[in-house]
């Protein structure tokens, strides 16, 4: 016969507010990192005669204590719901005392921490080198 319980699990407490002076210097880093190295390689001009979703913007927005990275495309299809649409392809979290975790939008529809516990700087470059932190 199977036991079922309850069992203790560590949640660590999230810092419910971001400094506003880390706020600020997060946001200027992460601005010069989407004009410089992001959008320059995923935003292109419409094609010619355009019938797949293509990426028009990328852009930030900060959202409780996350950075979200988000990827706006333009739908061009006839038969498509809306003209444009947004999805975030990652996500920096404030973890506390200056430290981050950061997570990409996974195809289930749902967030996925795989890095903890990062300076700024680790987790831009994790974000500028790509992989699965790309639109």
């Given at each position: 016969?199977?036991r079922s319980g309850k069992r203790w699990v560590y949640t660590?407490?999230?810092?419910?507010?971001?400094?506003?002076?880390?706020?600020?210097?997060?946001?200027v880093k992460v601005a010069d990192l989407v004009e410089q190295?992001?959008?320059?390689?995923?935003?292109?001009?419409?094609?010619?005669?355009?019938?797949?979703?293509?990426?028009?913007?990328?852009?930030?927005?900060?959202?409780?204590?996350?950075?979200?990275?988000?990827?706006?495309?333009?739908?061009?299809?006839?038969?498509?719901?809306?003209?444009?649409?947004?999805?975030?392809?990652?996500?920096?979290?404030?973890?506390?005392?200056?430290?981050?975790?950061?997570?990409?939008?996974?195809?289930?529809?749902?967030?996925?921490?795989?890095?903890?516990?990062?300076?700024?700087?680790?987790?831009?470059?994790?974000?500028?080198?790509?992989?699965?932190?790309?639109?």
């Open positions: 016969m199977a660590p407490a999230k810092p419910s507010v971001v400094p506003e002076a880390l706020k600020q210097q997060v946001s190295h992001i959008k320059p390689k995923h935003v292109e001009p419409p094609p010619k005669t355009p019938q797949f979703n293509y990426i028009v913007d990328i852009y930030t927005k900060w959202r409780g204590g996350s950075l979200y990275f988000i990827a706006r495309y333009a739908s061009p299809g006839p038969n498509s719901i809306a003209p444009f649409f947004e999805t975030g392809f990652a996500r920096i979290e404030y973890a506390g005392n200056e430290r981050f975790h950061l997570a990409y939008f996974r195809h289930t529809g749902k967030w996925w921490q795989v890095h903890f516990d990062l300076t700024l700087d680790e987790a831009l470059d994790f974000i500028k080198d790509g992989g699965i932190f790309q639109p």
